[in-house]
């Protein structure tokens, strides 16, 4: 069992909908991030946090640490907004920064 | 544009050659990390170098290795090529270790071994 798990890992969407994207975790963490990721490869992070709830423009980011769970959402999500969006959590101790990702979920925003 | 750059774009190698994939960091990222990212996974942590130096690893075999130079560059070889090799390889800086720290990616280099 992966240590980060996501969910869907496929989600399709008509333009202007709602989006959720779902991320949970095993391991204890001191911070958690949602990235994007764009054919072709290149990855931007979106958020990271350790705690509460995260916006910026039509993205939402929230976690909750007792629960282990953290969801990304889109607000009026765009065909621009398609892309693999990405949970990558980083642990406790050890002298790297090292993320530990989940597998993705590509979104595609249908127009 | 995170400022991270990476080459080459693509490479092809044939099994049993050895490869050198480059990172340049933004200036003042004293701390670069390598993943691989097979097709359909998330990225798994190759090594993690901090001011020149490793320190950390993940599960990957002696062959692959890293250098990290004071001009904010570092190299990722692979040595002994393997079929299962063939991924895209990102690189990621920052400017330290710390938790706070956000991590900046490369566009990475697609290694397709043959």
């Known amino acids: 069992k992966n240590e980060v798990e996501q969910s869907p890992q496929n989600l399709t969407a008509q333009e202007g909908e709602f989006i959720t994207i779902n991320c949970s975790y095993s391991v204890g963490i001191s911070a958690l991030h949602w990235l994007q990721q764009h054919p072709g490869g290149g990855i931007v992070s979106l958020f990271m946090?350790?705690?509460g709830k995260k916006k910026h423009g039509r993205l939402i980011a929230t976690i909750n640490i007792q629960e282990k769970h953290s969801s990304l959402h889109i607000t009026a999500s765009h065909p621009r907004d398609s892309a693999v969006y990405i949970c990558a959590v980083r642990g406790y101790g050890g002298a790297t920064n090292k993320l530990i990702f989940g597998t993705g979920t590509l979104l595609a925003v249908q127009p | 544009e995170t400022g991270v750059t990476q080459s080459p774009t693509h490479l092809i190698k044939t099994r049993g050659q050895q490869v050198t994939l480059r990172c340049s960091s933004q200036?003042?990222?004293?701390?670069v990390s390598w993943y691989q990212q097979a097709l359909g996974q998330g990225p798994q942590f190759i090594f993690q170098y901090y001011r020149e130096e490793e320190n950390g690893r993940g599960n990957f075999p002696p062959r692959f290795s890293g250098l990290q130079f004071p001009n904010y560059s570092s190299e990722l070889n692979v040595n002994a090529l393997e079929l299962d090799d063939s991924a895209l390889y990102l690189c990621a800086s920052s400017v330290g270790t710390g938790i706070s720290y956000e991590q900046y990616f490369g566009p990475g280099t697609r290694l397709t071994v043959t």
């Open positions: 200036s003042g990222h004293n701390t």
């Open positions: 946090l350790s705690s």
